[in-house]
């Protein structure tokens, strides 16, 4: 068994790490919830009558659309911050008090 020592992350390398997933778990959520929005205000859209019906509908599918599309992105952006954040914090702190050890074991 061999002891490694993490004294270093790569800001940008997490970074990017977890602007991807938070990227990809908001998108699991703003789909299904874009689509909820679409689906109701057409419901709804076809129980009212005139431009009332047109302005409800074609509204809620273009928030519906805006929802699946700002919702990830704004997420990825957070997720980019974030993880540069608690990368930059755990190279300050990880500079005082040595890093996190691991334990690795070699496979051949």
Do not use: C, Q, T, W
Not at 14 to 31: D, G, P, Q, R, T
Not at 72 to 77: F, L
Request: no cysteine; net charge neutral; proline share 2%.
């Amino acid at each position: 068994m061999n002891k490694l020592r993490i004294r270093k992350i790569g800001i940008l390398s997490l970074a990017k790490i977890y602007a991807v997933m938070f990227f990809v778990m908001s998108l699991l959520i703003a789909i299904p919830y874009g689509l909820f929005i679409i689906i109701f205000s057409l419901i709804g859209a076809g129980s009212a009558s005139g431009d009332a019906a047109f302005m409800l509908g074609g509204g809620g599918i273009v928030i519906g659309i805006v929802v699946m599309i700002a919702f990830p992105v704004s997420y990825g952006i957070m997720g980019f911050i974030g993880g540069a954040l608690g990368a930059l914090v755990y190279n300050i702190f990880a500079g005082m008090v040595g890093g996190i050890e691991i334990e690795v074991e070699n496979i051949h």
